[in-house]
DNA sequence: CGTCCATAATTGGTCCGACCATTGGCCCAA
DNA sequence: TTGGGCCAATGGTCGGACCAATTATGGACG
């Protein structure tokens, strides 16, 4: 067979759903629309779109099921997320992730992309970019000696902060569901209560490095983290004896 | 803020949607259906589960967003991937510019986790899952010589099996997704007609380290693909003058 | 005047029956 | 064997109806 070099999209003869839900997202974009506003009934959207409730639904029920939107009886359609007619929706699936494998897959994600987006940041971040991680820093830090231990949501900050500073916005993304991920099944600290502990003082480091421009510093730093939270997971694992079932 | 363990799911008010899933993945169960199986017709599983076909088709209308299930008119509906009834849905939505800039974010995702599914690959495959890589190699060889040029296809198999060799399924799920980001702008090579050429021999030292059982070397290897294509684009990129706009 | 509660209107959830568009198999003729 | 045309099966859309949860309304009462 010789080589087919277009790849020769199937023709859509029927896109209603897919028309709604472009409209909707022009509509919301016009309108300026973000997470939490209500959205037009169904009754309203079936009507100036000319098309049944029907149609709309089934619209509405696939960006529900992609976590977009909330719906509820007898109030309204709402926005979870900002919406755009070009998104890429990127539904990972995999087997219910309550065991110690799970967890792990999420820092083997993290390991691979902390890294990098610290070694970007390192390279591209400007001085107000750096001046704000140094911040979330300080705050972080703040956090850790009042309250003697690691604070997910500063921890989070101080991250996030880098991977906006990557210029990357996929990173944040990918790895905000990989946080989300692990503490869905993280909500005891599996019996070791200064978990996180020992990675703090990387957290510094890692600044230090993005701050001198360094890049493979940076990711150097970025795996410790990752490597000391890996450490903390065996740990508590071994110490509840996790065997892989919820 | 204090730590709230419990995650409080919230109530859901109607499971009749979730129940004909759940019904679902139990019959796709205990029917032993797998991916490109057809399941049950929408008037079948209205009929069989005492719902009606609209409520059958919001719960299939979901699974369909989810990329689970595909839907063919006329035809009848195919699974997509394995069902569970206790399986994880995490939808990751993307920005998708269509830029250059884009195409090189995706290439930045990729560095990261390629490099480590390489190396994690290099030290969890067996026998059988280096076998298979070897095969899906020189298909690729095979396909390159016969046509003069890589093939997308058979470069994506031999990647693939990397990924399921590194026993951490997000691998494949995540750069899946920007295989398909990298391709929906990429239709042609940017007027470079031996785009990735320069990645080829690579793959072969990438398997060869694998078979090694060496990490950092295959971590290196697979880096040196990723920044040939990322040189490649940017060839293409220069001789188009592509300034970031479609 | 303000509060409280029953009532009505609004809105999403489900159901029904019908028809359309596409697909795929079947049969028959060239 | 091949080709075309017919036809049943299947997903897609439609309109209308009713149910259930929520919210707004407005009047009664303190």
């Known amino acids: 067979m010789s080589a087919t070099p277009v790849p020769l999209h199937p023709i859509r003869t029927a896109a209603r759903d897919d028309a709604v ?19 037009p009934t169904e009754r309203v959207l079936a009507d100036r779109l000319k098309v049944s409730r029907t149609t709309v639904r089934e619209a509405l029920t696939r960006w529900e099921g992609l976590g977009l939107v909330e719906r509820r009886q007898g109030s309204g359609t709402y926005l979870k997320a900002p919406v755009s007619r070009d998104m890429l929706h990127l539904p990972l699936t995999l087997p219910s992730g309550s065991d110690l494998d799970s967890l792990m897959h999420t820092l083997e994600i993290r390991r691979g992309l902390e890294g990098e987006a610290a070694a970007l940041c390192a390279l591209r971040a400007g001085p107000r970019e750096i001046a704000l991680i140094r911040h979330k820093l300080e705050v972080m830090e703040k956090a850790f000696h009042e309250r003697q231990g690691m604070s ?46 020992a990675s703090f003082p990387f957290h510094r480091t890692l600044y230090e490095r993005i701050a001198a421009r360094d890049p493979e510093g940076a990711r150097a730093e970025a795996l410790k983290i990752i490597a000391s939270v890996e450490a903390d997971l065996r740990r508590g694992a071994a110490r509840l004896d996790i065997t892989g079932s919820r």
């Open 21 to 39: 839900l472009d409209a909707l997202a022009a509509f919301a974009a016009s309108e300026g629309l973000g997470p939490g506003d209500r959205l």
């Open 152 to 197: 997910s949501d500063e921890d989070w900050d101080f991250h996030q902060a880098i991977f906006r500073a990557s210029g990357n916005p996929l990173f944040e993304q990918i790895v905000a569901a990989m946080y989300e991920l692990f503490h869905r099944f993280w909500e005891h600290p599996l019996g070791v209560h200064d978990f996180g502990h």
